[in-house]
């Protein structure tokens, strides 16, 4: 069985310009949940989506979004860049959603804000 | 929210050594695994433990929810074995959300 996809696996983007990440969950699963990496805060959970809905969110402005399609398959959303956002994503699928069972993560997409 | 503190932040240990991971969490969880981040950022599942001991090769855990800490133990490391170990707990938040927060990690380094 595949495990989780992200695209792309690398990204550089200006400030102020927006960009879209994509994963694909493990066939089955119908959670997805996004996190950001960075050396100064570690790994922070961004939301998760389940059937196609936000089910819970954590401490991001506005400026990040995400939505899910009915395969399950989930895009993330930043938009105006700024610095900070230069970040490891990554995303995690599982079968139920939360409170969670085991959640398996992608590679992850790294982005870089210049 | 949730605090999750893990120690020791960082590790140095001979191959074959074995070591003992801490994971404390400051309230009830609803369920805890730990992850190996190897040196290309992948995190690779070693086990959902949200109570109880579970054993994989080399590799075992034990959650004491009521306690509320895990232990990751790994006997005979080998290099391997190096890179990052989080553990995660979920949680319910006040309001009803749900919530994953990751601890601090713990940076093994094992050398031959």
């Known amino acids: 069985k595949a495990g989780v996809t992200q695209t792309p696996r690398y990204l550089i983007k200006t400030r102020g310009q927006q960009v879209t990440l994509s994963c694909s969950p493990i066939s089955g699963h119908r959670s997805v949940s996004w996190y950001q990496q960075t050396p100064g805060q570690g790994l922070q959970f961004l939301f998760e989506y389940f059937s196609e809905t936000q089910r819970n969110k954590g401490n991001f402005p506005g400026r990040f979004s995400g939505r899910q399609f009915s395969n399950s398959r989930s895009e993330m959303n930043v938009s105006t860049l700024e610095l900070g956002d230069s970040a490891l994503y990554l995303c995690?699928?599982?079968?139920?959603?939360?409170?969670?069972?085991?959640?398996?993560f992608g590679p992850g997409t790294r982005l870089t804000v210049t | 929210g949730i605090q999750v503190e893990q120690s020791p932040p960082d590790l140095i240990l001979q191959e074959g050594a074995n070591s003992t991971l801490r994971c404390n969490f400051s309230d009830s969880v609803n369920n805890l695994q730990w992850f190996h981040q190897n040196p290309w950022g992948q995190l690779i599942n070693l086990f959902y433990i949200p109570s109880g001991t579970k054993q994989n090769g080399r590799l075992s855990a034990t959650t004491v929810a009521t306690e509320r800490y895990s232990l990751l133990y790994i006997s005979s490391s080998q290099t391997t074995d190096s890179g990052v170990y989080f553990c995660?707990?979920?949680?319910?938040?006040?309001?009803?959300?749900?919530?994953?927060?990751f601890g601090t990690g713990t940076k093994l380094q094992v050398i031959p």
């Open positions: 995660a707990v979920e949680y319910r938040k006040a309001g009803g959300y749900q919530k994953v927060t």
């Open positions: 995690a699928s599982s079968l139920a959603p939360s409170p969670r069972d085991e959640q398996y």
